[in-house]
């Protein structure tokens, strides 16, 4: 059986939400989630997939990983990550890339109105009642 480490250092309600919803998607996976170094460390002896945020790691947490193929960064990048001197060098690494592309493009815009809109005068007016 496959065995997903997901490693997080987010509120527990967070990593829940994860392990849920992978539990779903992959049935046959068996999945343990960690919230810290410490934990992932001891844990990752056992694990062929890590799920992971590059700033979380450090070359202890993938020391003892022998049976580990495949990392995967919830972040756009791989800092943190690539760089571990334990890690083999056989590891797929993955990461989230492109997913904040469709946001950011939508916040630009939404700063570009605001700002050709005087949309904090706005905001002013109307803490004002002034209409």
Do not use: C
Not at 50 to 65: I, P, S
Not at 84 to 103: E, F, M, N, Y
């Amino acid at each position: 059986m496959t065995k997903l480490l997901i490693f997080l250092t987010l509120p527990e309600g967070v990593v829940t939400k994860y392990e849920q919803a992978l539990n779903k998607l992959f049935p046959d996976v068996d999945i343990q989630t960690v919230m810290d170094r410490k934990a992932a460390a001891k844990s990752i002896a056992h694990a062929d997939i890590l799920l992971t945020f590059g700033a979380m790691m450090t070359d202890e947490v993938v020391k003892n990983a022998p049976k580990l193929k495949w990392v995967h960064a919830l972040g756009t990048g791989l800092d943190g990550i690539i760089d571990l001197p334990s890690l083999d060098k056989g590891v797929r690494i993955s990461s989230t890339r492109g997913i904040h592309g469709a946001p950011m493009s939508e916040m630009t815009f939404l700063l570009m109105l605001a700002l050709s809109r005087n949309f904090s005068r706005t905001v002013r007016n109307q803490d004002q009642a002034l209409w």
